[in-house]
């Protein structure tokens, strides 16, 4: 008499992964209500606690006070340092050239310009360039003089340069050399000429001495771009 084999039964996948996602649900649900809870718990202590709050948003209001007045003061002691800049032609002699560039930088933003220093070599004959107050455009070639006057003096090849580069590169609307020395016999023909404005020594001391912006003590500057006091 043969024996039956007994029958296997096929898992059910189906139950198991069911009984995952439901365990999934269960978590997430758990999750949920522990996370809630918290916030519930959190509120109800912030409540019983209001007093930390107001101290928290004082504080704040404290610290953002002082942030904002920090903030004006600065701005505030930049201007007075820019508007009482005055400079000797001693104390500009003493710098290198670098520095020197800075100073011609600051002394035009002392007058109410807009003044940037181009940093680099490849600075197409324009160490400061400048928007006035009335709108005009100044590219600025600086040349520093360790001897001041009796240093060389700056000659037409350096006007050239300006000259090749203020209106064409910088859409400069007035050329300018400065310098803390003098310049040669054929460049102040030479730079009237081609209306290129010369600053020497004594016209740089005077400006930076703080007794006129510069554009008063030029002659036959351009006409201003746009409406303003100075005009």
Not at 44 to 62: D, E, K, N, T, Y
Request: hydrophobic share 45%; net charge positive; with cysteine.
């Amino acid at each position: 008499m043969s024996r039956r084999r007994p029958v296997r039964r096929p898992v059910r996948r189906r139950s198991v992964r069911r009984s995952k996602k439901q365990d999934e649900k269960i978590a997430l649900l758990v999750g949920a209500v522990v996370a809630a809870g918290l916030v519930i718990a959190a509120v109800q202590w912030l409540f019983a606690h209001w007093w930390l709050l107001v101290l928290a948003a004082v504080v704040a209001s404290i610290a953002g006070g002082f942030w904002f007045q920090q903030a004006r003061q600065r701005a505030e002691w930049k201007r007075v340092r820019t508007q009482v800049l005055r400079l000797s032609i001693a104390r500009i002699d003493a710098l290198d050239h670098r520095a020197f560039e800075f100073s011609i930088r600051d002394l035009m933003r002392r007058d109410g310009c807009e003044a940037e220093r181009i940093r680099g070599a490849g600075d197409d004959a324009c160490d400061v360039r400048v928007t006035d107050p009335a709108g005009r455009v100044w590219a600025i070639q600086c040349k520093h003089r360790r001897d001041g006057d009796r240093g060389p003096a700056v000659g037409v090849g350096v006007l050239q340069q300006v000259n090749g580069t203020a209106r064409q590169v910088h859409g400069a609307d007035i050329g300018v050399v400065l310098t803390n020395g003098r310049f040669s016999s054929k460049a102040i023909p030479w730079g009237r000429e081609h209306r290129i404005h010369l600053v020497d020594r004594r016209v740089l001391g005077e400006w930076a001495a703080g007794s006129r912006p510069l554009w008063d003590l030029l002659n036959r500057m351009p006409p201003p771009r746009r409406p303003t006091a100075l005009s």
